[in-house]
């Protein structure tokens, strides 16, 4: 199984401003931003936007910013501007935790900063994950005893949970302040 990257999430942090990279850091640092979905240090955030320079979906151009050393400021190609719109329109996401909790909360966080609608990615999410719960189901009829067996188990409870969860995703956070009787009951997004 391929770990996840940032690359399209850095690309929806350019999408909505150009920016270089102890900026995109930050984001990545702050838990009211990514910090608590992604784990990101700075030679990791240097080397993937190398990456994308090579790939040609951001270019770097040189900034001079008064008393400070000249930075490159990122931007956005039209090459990158297509691939994050694919990404953030993938109607088959992975259904499995580790990308749900990486993937989509990113893909939700870069849609609500763009002012995209996110319902049809909370659809896409909950299909997905409800076919793999359908996978592991059928998995589990012919499961033996055992720790394979409570691993698959716990998984199936796992996105039960998310299940459950997606459908607060589908609220907006300007819809969640307009409720009525959500005083207290969870932190707003």
């Excluded at 690359?7 to 838990?31: K, M, P, Q, W």
């Excluded at 993937?48 to 001079?64: A, S, Y």
Aim: some cysteine; overall charge negative.
């Amino acid at each position: 199984m391929s770990v996840p990257t940032p690359d399209e999430t850095i690309l929806g942090l350019l999408a909505v401003e150009a920016r270089h990279g102890y900026d995109l850091l930050d984001c990545f640092h702050s838990n009211t931003q990514l910090g608590r979905v992604w784990n990101m240090s700075t030679s990791q955030l240097y080397a993937v936007l190398k990456r994308l320079q090579r790939q040609e979906d951001i270019v770097g151009r040189q900034v001079i910013v008064e008393n400070a050393p000249p930075r490159t400021q990122y931007h956005l190609t039209e090459a990158g501007r297509a691939r994050l719109m694919a990404w953030l329109d993938d109607p088959v996401p992975s259904g499995t935790i580790r990308r749900i909790r990486v993937e989509f909360l990113s893909r939700l966080y870069v849609l609500r900063m763009l002012n995209l609608p996110t319902q049809h990615a909370v659809r896409y999410q909950r299909a997905s994950c409800l076919r793999e719960r359908a996978r592991l189901a059928a998995e589990r009829q012919s499961a033996v005893p055992g720790v394979g067996l409570l691993a698959v188990e716990f998984v199936i409870e796992q996105l039960d949970a998310v299940l459950r969860w997606l459908d607060r995703c589908e609220i907006s956070p300007q819809e969640e302040d307009l409720e009525p009787d959500n005083e207290g009951a969870h932190e707003p997004y």
